[in-house]
């Protein structure tokens, strides 16, 4: 049973460039978030997306967006990057139960971004 | 404004012993409190939940503890393993618009000695 898997685990980029990272959620699983996590914190939501439409959205600003395909996996763009989006990304899947939030998210293992 | 804090970044204790973390939340709206754990390289995985309908539930050598008037909840680990050294985030999530959003604290750093 394949879990959470995102791609590429590591990315370095310039300021002022766009990045484009991957997320296919775990087998069985229709919604998928992201997060960021800077150094020292906690993961803060981004965004959720089910039914290739955002659903939910965070304090960031308009430079993140995302896209979900009809498989279920999911992209995260960041665009004009910052030295202050150097975080690691996390995705995480879940099965969508309407406005009952009585279940965990499962977790990938996060792309590691570093803005020179 | 953090909604989610974890007041202990670290946590040392012997092994055998009870590891008790501690969250505290200010939003009312909070319906769902959740536990992770993290180990370096590694996605959080979730361990433990509870529902703000209950003010205990048990899984194992983890139990969770809500105190809704407090806004206050906890997580026992006992006996503590050296295999549980590792990063615990505290989550929550509100129903209805926001449902599946979660808020995290910032984590507490347990190690427990052998």
């Known amino acids: 049973d394949a879990g959470v898997t995102q791609s590429p685990t590591h990315l370095i980029k310039t300021r002022g460039q766009q990045v484009t990272l991957r997320c296919s959620p775990k087998s069985g699983h229709d919604t998928v978030s992201w997060y960021q996590q800077a150094l020292g914190q906690g993961p803060q939501f981004i965004f959720q997306y089910y039914e290739e439409e955002e659903r939910q959205r965070g304090n960031f600003p308009d430079r993140f967006s995302g896209h979900q395909f009809p498989n279920y996996s999911s992209e995260l763009n960041v665009n004009a990057l910052l030295l202050g989006d150097s975080a690691l990304y996390l995705c995480a899947s879940s099965l969508y139960i309407g406005t009952d939030s009585n279940q965990p998210q499962h977790f990938g293992d996060g792309t590691r971004l570093s803005i020179l | 404004d953090q909604q989610v804090k974890q007041n202990s970044p670290s946590l040392s204790v012997q092994e055998g012993r009870i590891s008790i973390l501690n969250c505290d939340y200010t939003?009312?709206?909070?319906?769902?409190f959740l536990w992770y754990k993290k180990y370096p390289a590694e996605g959080p995985t979730f361990l433990i939940s509870?529902?703000?309908?209950?003010d205990k539930n048990e899984d194992g050598r983890f139990t969770v503890f809500l105190n809704k008037s407090a806004k206050h909840l906890s997580l026992h680990i006992v006996p503590s393993q050296p295999g549980d050294s590792a990063v615990y985030f505290c989550?929550?999530?509100?129903?209805?618009?926001?449902?599946?959003?979660?808020?995290f604290g910032d984590g507490t750093t347990l190690t427990v000695k052998p």
């Open positions: 509870i529902s703000s309908i209950k």
């Open positions: 989550a929550a999530s509100a129903g209805g618009n926001n449902a599946g959003k979660s808020t």
């Open positions: 939003n009312s709206m909070f319906d769902y």
